[in-house]
């Protein structure tokens, strides 16, 4: 009787503490309610399956007790029972899976449109290169990476010449309009994320990745890292900024092209001059 009731309670304590509980999802802020909506169906599928699963425990511990005179009936099979489990699992199955599929063709169907944004993920921090006035990427090469070039693009490539490269700050993306996110790691495997964003994907060094999404609402969004990185792990964190459109191109204007980032800096000879003014 006491293990019955502790079963009953379990699916008592789960039911309440998933309506009561204050940690839920975070307000979400771009297209993808589509996932909101798939999860929440894998929820109440698994959650009535758990529910129905622990209550009939319950039932059978209370119901087949052991008492004296009572013996058990044997009974190898079961083909009506065989069957019905086979159909109800894949009726629950199928419904897991089916809405995922065409979450999964709209999450890869990027919209012609989408302005293109590269990740650079890098132990432990985030930088991100956007197209210049060409609205092209130049390409990029790991193995160009250096303290002058830190994103790896490449020199030689003229599409790369008016990157904006935005290294180790904060990114910013105008509201309403939809971005691919290419994803690139320089070291170990990272993962973009934007819990308001819903969408995220793994960067894998020597690959590209991507996703999209179109922010929904203005504001300032964490980026986390949510792949095991190394020990500053949970310490590469970022901001996402979704601003108005003017804002965002106020800000863009603001920002250094790869050119201007990679030209020889002019110094004065004034600051090669020793103490008592003549050049050493």
């Not at 304590?13 to 309610?33: E, Q």
């Not at 052991?66 to 019905?84: C, D, F, S, T, V």
């Not at 105008?174 to 308001?196: A, C, N, T, W």
């Amino acid at each position: 009787m006491a293990i019955a009731l502790v079963l009953v309670l379990v699916v008592v304590g789960s039911v309440l503490f998933h309506f009561l509980s204050p940690w839920w999802w975070t307000p979400i802020a771009s297209n993808w309610d589509y996932i909101d909506n798939t999860i929440i169906i894998t929820f109440w599928i698994t959650g009535v399956v758990f529910a129905a699963v622990v209550l009939f425990m319950a039932y059978c511990v209370f119901r087949f007790r052991h008492r004296e005179g009572n013996q058990a009936a044997y009974e190898p099979e079961n083909k009506r029972l065989e069957w019905w489990l086979t159909i109800v699992t894949a009726i629950g199955v199928t419904a897991m899976l089916v809405p995922g599929l065409f979450v999964w063709n709209q999450f890869v169907s990027v919209p012609s449109d989408a302005t293109v944004v590269e990740v650079v993920g890098q132990q432990w921090q985030w930088s991100f290169r956007l197209p210049g006035k060409d609205g092209k990427l130049g390409t990029s090469d790991t193995r160009n990476v250096s303290p002058e070039n830190p994103l790896g693009v490449n020199a030689s490539d003229a599409n790369g010449q008016d990157d904006i490269v935005v290294e180790a700050a904060d990114l910013h993306l105008p509201v309403g309009k939809p971005v691919k996110m290419l994803l690139r790691s320089i070291d170990v495997l990272h993962d973009f994320y934007v819990p308001e964003f819903r969408a995220k994907m793994d960067m894998i060094p020597g690959a590209v990745t991507y996703f999209w999404f179109t922010p929904t609402k203005t504001g300032t969004f964490q980026v986390l890292c949510a792949e095991l990185c190394g020990q500053g792990h949970p310490l590469m964190n970022g901001v996402v900024m979704v601003d108005t459109p003017e804002d965002y191109l106020a800000w863009l204007g603001e920002q250094q092209t790869f050119a201007q980032l990679s030209a020889p800096q002019q110094v004065g000879s004034a600051e090669y001059a020793g103490k008592d003014g003549d050049l050493d």
